[in-house]
């Protein structure tokens, strides 16, 4: 069983930056290696959205209205995937899923518990 712990949330001003954390256990190896592993965010009465998601090998993908201030990225030794969140807005506020999906079986995608974040002066 995948489990994801987010980290790293919390309250930030307009044009602030965060990192956001995502440490994964339960696979033999790195995760990175059977999974496609990335971030969602949602906001009250809206679902969740794909922020970005790394996959191996190949690029990351991200919602277009993000690349440029968002940067996905993950560390194999240590089994987790960071979210580097510059130039942060207000829209930006919302609680941030961690995800992992595997990548021949969809049934196995897990979800970590979340992380707020606010952006608000």
């Known amino acids: 069983q995948v489990q994801l712990v987010e980290s790293g949330g919390g309250l930030v001003q307009p044009g602030g930056s965060l990192r956001l954390s995502c440490a994964a256990s339960?696979?033999?190896?790195?995760?990175?290696?059977?999974?496609?592993v990335g971030w969602y965010r949602q906001t009250p009465g809206h679902s969740r959205e794909l922020v970005a998601n790394?996959?191996?090998?190949?690029?990351?993908d991200y919602a277009g209205s993000l690349e440029g201030r968002f940067s996905i990225s993950r560390d194999n030794a240590k089994n987790t995937l960071y979210l580097q969140m510059n130039n942060l807005k207000p829209e930006d506020t919302a609680v941030y899923y961690c995800?992992?999906?595997?990548?021949?079986?969809?049934?196995?995608?897990?979800w970590g518990q979340g992380t707020q974040v606010t952006v608000s002066s």
């Open positions: 339960g696979t033999s190896g790195s995760i990175f290696a059977m999974y496609v």
């Open positions: 995800n992992a999906r595997h990548i021949f079986d969809s049934h196995r995608n897990y």
């Open positions: 790394i996959r191996v090998p190949g690029n990351p």
